[in-house]
């Protein structure tokens, strides 16, 4: 069983710590505060990226937008400019 503070937490998710810390406050990752420090399970953080993987990866099938891309990016400028 291996526990992770926030860093060790962010630097499996590739984010912030003060990222996982606010996902720690709100509840959308199991933590506790064992005096002033975050503890995590290394198997929770896995599983919720493995939760995000397949949900986000289920949308981007359904053709749902996931978060991550922008709209009025190059293709659409292009469109609205075509070569002449």
Not at 26 to 54: C, H, N, T, W
Not at 57 to 62: F, I, K, Q, Y
């Amino acid at each position: 069983m291996t526990t992770l503070d926030l860093r060790g937490a962010a630097a499996l998710m590739k984010v912030n710590p003060r990222t996982v810390e606010a996902m720690a406050r709100d509840g959308r990752l199991p933590a506790a505060k064992i005096g002033r420090a975050y503890v995590l399970m290394e198997r929770d953080v896995l599983a919720f990226i493995e939760r995000q993987i397949s949900t986000q990866t289920a949308a981007r099938g359904e053709g749902k937008p996931t978060g991550g891309a922008r709209r009025g990016g190059a293709e659409h400028r292009a469109e609205a400019y075509p070569l002449r």
